[in-house]
T-cell receptor, first 109, second 113 residues
Framework: GQNIDQPTEMTATEGAIVQINCTYQTSGFNGLFWYQQHAGEAPTFLSYNVLDGLEEKGRFSSFLSRSKGYSYLLLKELQMKDSASYLCAVVDSNYQLIWGAGTKLIIKP | DSGVTQTPKHLITATGQRVTLRCSPRSGDLSVYWYQQSLDQGLQFLIQYYNGEERAKGNILERFSAQQFPDLHSELNLSSLELGDSALYFC????????????FGDGTRLSIL
């Protein structure tokens, strides 16, 4: 079967750095997405990785290792508004998006 | 503003009833996706349409159906509603058939009493 694993919940301190991991086992791979979702709101696109390596976009970076079936989202200089759920999703061989259950990130002052 | 419009924003109804949720995709997008998200749960993919044709089907119950019209707007019909159908229903759109949903609507919150 297809499976995406993320931690259920993480806590971090304002101003710090946090890394949210995602491991996947899917039938084929055509890219990996990270989305941010505040409670009760729509998901918003953060990043897309299809090749190995690190993609940096401001305070957020996303890393992919296809051989390990692994990705992480790195958030720097955490702000209170970063409190949200972070969703990892993988595009399989049929170009279907397989979603993880999301990681709830709690930022403390 | 994602450009994806969903109506209504909120819907309250009773068990056994039928409702229709509407979605207008972002201008130029031909694919529409429907998702269900129950409280504190992940996104559950329901169905995708591309240019009027069903392209992919996920965990969509037989009581649910959808269609995409020639003007590319889509409707999700939910019938014989049960308490467990209470959820946020999101619509998303993208340009191509095999693109991924990058633009989400604000969702319709469905409450079954």
């Amino acid at each position: 079967g297809q499976n995406i694993d993320q931690p259920t919940e993480m806590t971090a301190t304002e101003g710090a750095i946090v890394q949210i991991n995602c491991t996947y086992q899917t039938s084929g791979f055509n890219g990996l997405f990270w989305y941010q979702q505040h409670a009760g709101e729509a998901p918003t696109f953060l990043s897309y990785n299809v090749l190995d390596g690190l993609e940096e976009k401001g305070r957020f970076s996303s890393f992919l290792s296809r051989s390990k079936g692994y990705s992480y989202l790195l958030l720097k200089e955490l702000q209170m508004k970063d409190s949200a759920s972070y969703l990892c999703a993988v595009v399989d061989s049929n170009y279907q998006l397989i979603w993880g259950a999301g990681t709830k990130l709690i930022i403390k002052p | 503003d994602s450009g994806v419009t969903q109506t209504p924003k909120h819907l309250i109804t009773a068990t056994g009833q039928r409702v229709t949720l509407r979605c207008s995709p972002r201008s130029g997008d031909l694919s529409v996706y429907w998702y269900q998200q129950s409280l504190d749960q992940g996104l559950q993919f329901l169905i995708q349409y591309y240019n009027g044709e069903e392209r992919a089907k996920g965990n969509i119950l037989e009581r649910f159906s959808a269609q995409q019209f020639p003007d590319l707007h889509s409707e999700l019909n939910l019938s014989s509603l049960e308490l467990g159908d209470s959820a946020l229903y999101f619509c998303a759109s993208s340009v191509g058939r095999e693109d991924q949903p990058q633009h989400f609507g604000d969702g319709t919150r469905l409450s079954i009493l």
